[in-house]
């Protein structure tokens, strides 16, 4: 790989000023009751961005308290469907008139590639409102049939007030993913960004309120997991959280929404993605795709396909393939238009993942490329591959978030579906083959939530996209994630001296 020396990224693009540090509560932007602030920092440089907010419990308590009145008593989940789609549409257009400063927001403050973030992230932000807002005027129940004197049918009904509670991989894409369906539907929220990227979460607040979305709808904490997070997740006056992040964390926000008013809780957690070569592929197409499958994003992207598990007729030459185009992987200032890889998104995150990258040192794969820092300053990571590996080690079984990639070998069909199962996880999996019935019978005994065939991140709008086992319950994308803002409602009179049922 290369790893280029991260200069004066003023040469690529103008870094933005930093015009909203506050909470967004009711509408305004407000400083935290307690008046802290934390630090948010650039990860190429290691410098601080700015000083953010610190919201604790007081804060949400102030925003639940504002989304309770505004579901309660305000107009949003009693306006007309046409009418939420409207101001959702002003949303998304006023996030595409704003592409090149959300995208340098996510980029200095993630390290996500800047040209990305401009083409796809921040479009396909504004398309995911787009996609809720057209759905906002389609929410309907249904008339049923009765097997005795009834008239019955069911309502749709918003839950309420929601707490969203999103991670730090993808500020942008997470963010409408979680607050486009639930606009939609017609809720009030609360969104807390994780701590490491709060910056473009105040930014789209202020968006939504120039569309003109009622104040109290849309209410923005920041803040610490441990404090603002823990709060949402307990607080008896919010209706539903939804959460994406680690399954350690996961387990924590299900066990607060049980312990305070059994609020039920969506969550989309960890992975260690099955990446699955069969030996009938096209290993030259097939090496690019296992690179972008374990490097794209950092490596911090849930569904990395991380467990690259290779056919024995073309492992060798699998391997000769990927250190041959590893070699042209770049690593640098996200803003460069030539990088392929930014730098991890926190110190913390980059210590752990060395420290993986150690363990697969020590215990006995072998290092293909990579393996150390990518410089002397930012949080850059050379992308990394161990072979060798079996399924008993640490880099084979544990989720790392990072860009590292764990290479074993398969013989069967059968061995390598037991193999890819034998994990808590059950997020995605990835698998490569040009035979029909080996694709069908491999994607049907996966157990995960996404299967891609012959392709890899395919991901969509339409496409509903959400985790088995310990990796999650109830569904993100596709109209599966506007229900599950929406209760269902049964309603039912008698009928009498009816002339049929």
Known sequence: MTVLNNGNTESYVKIPKIKFTKLFINGEFVDSVS????????????????????GDKEDVDLAVKAAREAFDHGPWPRLPGCERRRLMLK???????????????????????????????????????????????????????????????????????????????????????KVGPALAAGCTMVVKPAEQTPLSALYYAHLAKLAGIPDGVLNVITGHGSTAGAAISSHMDIDKVSFTGSTEVGRLVMQAAAASNLKPVSLELGGKSPFIIFDDVDVDKVSDLALQGSFHNKGEICVAGSRVFVQEGIYDKFLVKLAEKVKSWVVGDPFNPKVHQGPQVDKQQYDKILSYIDHGKKGGATLLSGGKPGGEKGYYIEPTIFTDVTDDMIIAKEEIFGPVMSVLKFKTVDEVIRRANATKYGLAAGIMTNDLNTANTVSRSIRAGVIWINCYF????????????????????????????????????????????
């Open 35 to 54: 008046g802290k602030t934390f630090e948010t920092v650039d990860p190429r440089t290691e410098e601080v961005i700015a000083r953010i907010a610190a």
């Open 91 to 177: 949303f998304a257009d006023l996030i595409n008139e704003n592409v090149e400063e959300l995208a340098a927001l996510d980029t200095v403050d993630a390290g996500k590639l800047y040209d990305l973030g401009k083409i796809v992230d921040i479009p396909g932000a504004a398309e995911t409102i787009r996609y809720y807002a057209g759905a906002a005027d389609k929410i309907h129940g249904a008339t049923l049939k009765m097997s005795r004197d009834l008239q019955a049918y069911t309502l749709h009904e918003p839950v309420g007030v929601v707490g969203h509670i999103i991670p730090w991989n993808f500020p942008s894409q997470m963010f409408v993913m």
């Open 458 to 501: 395919a991901f969509d709008r339409d496409l509903p996209y959400g985790g088995y086992k310990m990796s999650g319950f109830e569904r993100d994308f596709g109209l599966e994630a506007l229900y599950k803002y929406l209760h269902v409602k049964s309603v039912a009179t008698p009928i009498h001296n009816s002339p049929w049922l």
